[in-house]
């Protein structure tokens, strides 16, 4: 059995900060690929950028791309997803996940575990 437990989030100003963490039970963390996705109110889930298990490639939603940084320690059975200079639009909730035999990494059905969902608020 795979677990994936957020940290919280939390509510920030425009342009601030905020590191996310998703700790994930189970021995063949290394092996899988690791996602972080988002779902605002009144839009789909949506990508926001993945991981693979090497953590030599990481993929990025073009709307985060030079803001977020997503990072894994496999020693530590831990993804983070770093937020910087983060938007209003940026608001949503945030589910981590994870993946074995992933062939697009954008695809939300592609990942088998999913976190609980962490709520990050950033006000205008």
């Known amino acids: 059995q795979v677990q994936l437990v957020e940290s919280v989030g939390g509510l920030v100003q425009t342009g601030g900060s905020l590191r996310l963490s998703c700790a994930v039970s189970g021995r063949t963390f290394s092996t899988y690929i690791m996602g972080w996705f988002r779902h605002a109110t009144v839009k789909e889930r949506e990508f926001v950028a993945a991981v693979m298990w090497s953590a030599g490639s990481a993929y990025y939603a073009d709307s985060v791309k030079g803001r977020f940084t997503i990072s894994r320690d496999n020693a530590e059975n831990t993804v983070y997803l770093q937020m910087n200079s983060l938007k209003p639009e940026d608001t949503a909730v945030y589910y981590c996940?994870?993946?074995?035999?992933?062939?697009?990494?954008?695809?939300?059905?592609?990942?088998?575990?999913w976190g609980q969902g962490t709520q990050v608020t950033v006000s205008s």
């Open positions: 996940a994870a993946g074995g035999g992933i062939r697009s990494v954008g695809f939300s059905n592609e990942y088998d575990y």
